[in-house]
């Protein structure tokens, strides 16, 4: 049922507009198709009547097919399956360089052969063949980040990841949802109540605003839906029929993209109505499902340092719009004569203004013995240091000359609420300067797995480049 895109730009319609491009008359054009070019014959096959082939034998150079189950096709003989029983629109169209013509025909799907869905996604969705009663979901509400909200453009939740049972008692974590193979049924048990999005509440007659946030509360008592799944480019897409959607609410008849799906866990993610940059992700679990809580990381401190000459064993990942990458450097001149270096990007705009690149250990550091950091800093005078706008909170408006370092425990849905920071304000411009952060006062901490780097101040929409180079932990005082 994989779908696919196909974009064909008809000669007739490239050297003229649009409006006047597939004029029949045209005398440089071929002549257009009539609907006898886009005939078609449908013929079941013998041995398992809900696969059908289509064929055209008319004379047209290209042939696109809409089989009426939500997959397409092209070509002059081609093949669907249909698992479900029910009347199917199928269309052809046929193009030749004078225009296009169109017919459908409705095809009867007599019986449900759901072996044809006898794949993982399917099957983990609903239980499969032998699951009568299908397979029922709830909100994964003690894990981190069972909701949040991200950039379209990111892969995970990093702009808020709601902590475990955070929205008790919100409409949100009585919720059962029941897929069904046969008929692709949906029922969606709500006990009275969802979760909406603070932008939606007029949506939902009785809407209530929740008692310490702005999203809402509504009434909402679907009866029996449907479902279907898609694939396009090797990912699969989830689709509530009617409109309907499933958890938390955050617009009209979303697309849910699955990020991952197993027997017992089901991750997705939708892009917010009106909103095209916010990206909502939800987790459910199967009911009854009991996750075996992971083994403690292990508490020690590793060597930590790069000099992005290709030394090192630091690998950075990507925050909220903030980048870095190997470039070269700006000023080899003491006290930093390395030919290469690390450009520190921050984005511009609101979604840069919390950007910072992150080193992600796999353990919690042991910082009793070592807990001083180095790096070195160029701060140039070419970006934007005058420009107000950001966030309401923030004393400052202005991007800033500061570098900062931070450590944080990402375990926490809000790891920016654990964290020890060490900050270097008013740095020169267009001169290295080496930096020390010492966390000694965070010595005893035995919960942080997280070192964040972050240039320009944090809460200001101004984007700016800056240069690191010579990231280390140092060795232990003697």
């Known amino acids: ?10 000669l007739c319609c490239s050297l003229v507009s649009i409006l006047t491009a597939c004029e029949d008359d045209d005398p440089e054009l071929g002549e257009a198709p009539t609907v006898a070019d886009a005939t078609f014959s449908v013929t079941p096959k013998a041995d398992q009547p809900n696969v059908v082939n289509f064929s055209s034998t008319s004379s047209p150079f290209l042939k696109r097919w809409s089989f009426g ?23 052809m169209t046929a193009y030749t360089s004078g225009g296009s013509v169109t017919t459908t025909q409705s095809i009867e799907i007599a019986q449900d052969d759901p072996t044809l869905l006898d794949v993982d996604e399917y099957n983990f969705l609903t239980g499969g063949l032998t699951a009568i009663n299908g397979k029922t979901w709830v909100m994964d509400k003690g894990t981190a980040g069972h909701m949040g909200i991200g950039p379209a453009a990111g892969t995970w939740p ?11 008692g919100l409409g949100m974590y009585d919720d059962s949802i029941n897929f069904k193979l046969k008929g692709s049924e949906l029922l969606y048990h709500t006990n009275g109540d969802v979760y909406v999005n603070a932008g939606f ?3 939902f007659a009785g809407a209530v605003k929740e008692p310490n946030g702005n999203d809402f509360i509504a009434p909402y008592n679907p009866g029996p839906q449907t479902w279907s799944l898609s694939e396009s480019n090797g990912k699969w897409y989830l689709t509530i029929g009617g409109g309907g959607f499933i958890g938390y609410y955050s617009g009209r008849a979303p697309v849910y993209e699955i990020l991952s799906i197993t027997p017992d866990e089901l991750y997705i993610r939708s892009i917010q109505e009106g909103e095209a940059g ?19 990381p292990p508490y020690k401190i590793e060597d930590i340092f790069t000099d992005f000459d290709g030394s090192g064993n630091i690998t950075f990942t990507p925050n909220s719009n903030g980048s870095i990458a190997t470039y070269d450097n700006p000023a080899p001149v003491p006290i930093n004569t390395s030919a290469k270096v690390g450009k520190y990007v921050k984005a511009p705009g609101g979604g840069g203004a919390f950007s910072n690149v992150q080193i992600q250990l796999p353990y919690k550091m042991d910082l009793r013995e070592r ?6 800093v160029f701060i140039p005078s070419y970006n934007d240091y005058t420009t107000e706008g950001g966030e309401s909170w923030q004393t400052y408006k202005t991007l800033q000359r500061y570098a900062s370092v931070k450590l944080q425990n990402r375990d926490e849905a809000e790891a920016f609420r654990t964290q020890t920071e060490v900050l270097h304000k008013d740095l020169p411009l267009n001169e290295w300067v080496e930096l020390t952060f010492d966390f000694s006062s965070a010595s005893a901490n035995t919960t942080y797995n997280t070192i964040v780097i972050q240039m320009g101040g944090e809460g200001i ?3 700016g480049i800056f240069f690191i180079d010579d990231f280390v932990l140092l060795p232990a005082a003697e």
């Open 158 to 168: 990093e702009w808020y990841a709601a902590p475990p049972n955070a929205k008790d």
């Open 201 to 203: 509440g007029g949506a």
């Open 278 to 296: 916010n990206a909502w992700y939800q987790r459910f679990i199967r009911k009854g499902f009991v996750r075996n809580p992971p083994p403690p």
């Open 1 to 10: 049922m994989k779908k696919r895109f196909l974009y064909f730009a008809l």
């Open 461 to 463: 929409y101004t984007g």
């Open 69 to 91: 189950n939500g997959s397409a096709g092209e070509g002059d003989a081609v093949t669907a399956s249909y698992p479900f029983k029910g009347t199917y629109q199928v269309t």
């Open 371 to 376: 807990h001083v950091f180095k790096m070195k």
